[in-house]
């Protein structure tokens, strides 16, 4: 039972090169999403998508791009990393985003980006 | 616009006593309310959520949490703390804008239990 995989789980990068953070899970939801945890301010929508084939920005998308081209995969890009995006970053999965769902959130192990 | 406050960032609890950590909340409409727990270096994981109906929730590893509209409040309790519920706990609501499942997570607390 694998839920939510992320690779990398560690990744220490040179300021202005690309990055890709890879997100993949096998429960089959249809919405996805990619945080990112700093201390003191909890955890903060960069984009989400909710179903295959759509993506919306969040709270703080400036700097990555999302793409979702099947339902079981949700990579985050870096297109030319800055210091200030140096931080843990979260992928999460859950059911349809609807009226009716409840909305409990599915997270992966985390993916730390340190950038010089 | 919909917010989470958890006022302390950290609360330090005897093992076997009562542990309370809080969380106030401002949203639009019925709120959708939710607690999660992160282990060091781990993901977050689901604990207990409020939706509708009795205002005390029980949750996962014996917690629980008790909603209170006219405080906006949604703290969890738990009975008697344990050493190994020491982590970071994270208060969130749903968001209604653009997607139902947006959660808006507060800045989180952590749990420090002592033996």
């Known amino acids: 039972i694998a839920g939510i995989t992320q690779a990398p789980t560690s990744q220490i990068l040179a300021a202005g090169r690309r990055m890709t953070l890879r997100c993949t899970q096998d429960?089959?939801?249809?919405?996805m999403y990619w945080y990112r945890q700093d201390l003191g301010l909890g955890l903060r929508l960069i984009h989400y998508s909710n179903t295959a084939g759509t993506t919306g920005k969040g709270e703080v998308p400036d700097g990555y791009s999302v793409s979702r081209a099947n339902t079981d995969d949700f990579p985050l890009t870096l297109a030319s990393a800055v210091p200030s995006q140096t931080s843990v970053y979260f992928c999460?999965?859950?059911?349809?985003?609807?009226?009716?769902?409840?909305?409990?959130?599915?997270f992966g192990e985390g993916s730390r980006l340190t950038v010089l | 616009a919909q917010s989470v406050a958890q006022p302390e960032d950290q609360v330090n609890v005897a093992e076997g006593n009562p542990l309370t950590v809080k969380c106030t909340y401002s949203v639009s409409g019925n709120p959708y309310l939710f607690w999660y727990v992160q282990y060091p270096n781990r993901g977050l994981q689901f604990l207990l959520k409020y939706i509708t109906g009795d205002n005390l929730v029980k949750g996962s590893y014996g917690f629980e949490a008790e909603f209170n509209k006219s405080q906006t409040s949604f703290h969890l309790k738990k009975p008697s703390a344990l050493v190994s519920d020491s982590a970071l706990y994270f208060c969130a609501v749903r968001g209604v804008s653009g997607g139902y499942n947006k959660l808006i997570f507060g800045a989180g607390t952590r749990l420090a239990v002592h033996p």
């Open positions: 999460a999965s859950s059911d349809s985003a609807s009226e009716g769902n409840t909305g409990e959130l599915f």
């Open positions: 429960m089959r939801h249809n919405a």
